[in-house]
């Protein structure tokens, strides 16, 4: 059974960082693009950042550039979101999924916490 777990997340206060991770098992991990999204109260989903296998192109929500890192560890099929300069508006639950799209695959992480307040 495909399992994505994530980890990392917490409290936090303005202008701090965090690391989320999101190990993957029993999956082609290095076939997978790996993203991180987020949702907030009341909000819908919202991609934050995508790692993809091929080639490692990488995408990032505009309100994320400068600030979130996304990278992938393939030989430990992990997925990591480095977020640094944290503001109170990025508080959310931070989800983690891997996507296959040529042969439909989509799987989804259990989702972390990040709270950003002083």
């Known amino acids: 059974q495909v399992q994505l777990v994530e980890s990392g997340g917490g409290l936090v206060q303005p202008g701090g960082s965090l690391r989320l991770s999101c190990a993957a098992s029993?999956?082609?991990?290095?076939?997978?693009?790996m993203s991180w999204y987020r949702q907030a109260p009341g909000l819908e989903r919202e991609l934050v950042a995508s790692?993809?296998?091929?080639?490692?192109?990488?995408t990032y929500a505009d309100y994320v550039k400068g600030r979130f890192t996304i990278s992938r560890d393939n030989a430990k099929k992990t997925a990591y979101l480095q977020m640094n300069s944290l503001k109170p508006e990025d508080t959310a639950v931070y989800y983690c999924?891997?996507?296959?799209?040529?042969?439909?695959?989509?799987?989804w992480g259990q989702g972390t916490q990040v709270t950003v307040s002083s």
């Open positions: 029993q999956l082609s991990f290095r076939q997978y693009v």
């Open positions: 790692n993809a296998p091929i080639g490692g192109t990488i």
């Open positions: 999924n891997a996507r296959w799209p040529s042969v439909g695959l989509n799987y």
